[in-house]
């Protein structure tokens, strides 16, 4: 599956243009959030939590138009609550728009 490694920049500099210390602001303020709805899903102890988790992250995705992590929050979504396996999917496809 492939990450749209440019996406999450090509829509910052769509909202802000060529200013890149404001790209690298709000690239850092997306990275924060994601992770933040990660670390919400690895602390989930039941469904109702997990899910929650699950489709913030999967908003968050869409408003940056990044459908990869779109799919990926949506497999979160259905997975059983604190599966380690997806948690760490989805930390490396964060730490991965972080440095596109």
Request: glycine letters at 8%; a negative charge; aromatic letters at 4%.
């Amino acid at each position: 599956m492939s990450y749209e490694p440019g996406a999450l920049h090509a829509a910052l500099a769509a909202a802000v243009g060529d200013d890149s210390a404001l790209i690298a602001e709000l690239r850092a303020a997306f990275v924060q959030s994601a992770l933040r709805q990660v670390d919400l899903l690895a602390r989930a102890r039941c469904d109702a939590n997990w899910e929650l988790a699950a489709w913030r992250l999967k908003g968050l995705a869409g408003s940056f138009g990044l459908t990869a992590l779109m799919v990926l929050a949506e497999e979160a979504a259905q997975a059983a609550p604190g599966d380690p396996a997806i948690v760490r999917r989805l930390r490396a496809v964060i730490a991965g728009l972080d440095q596109d």
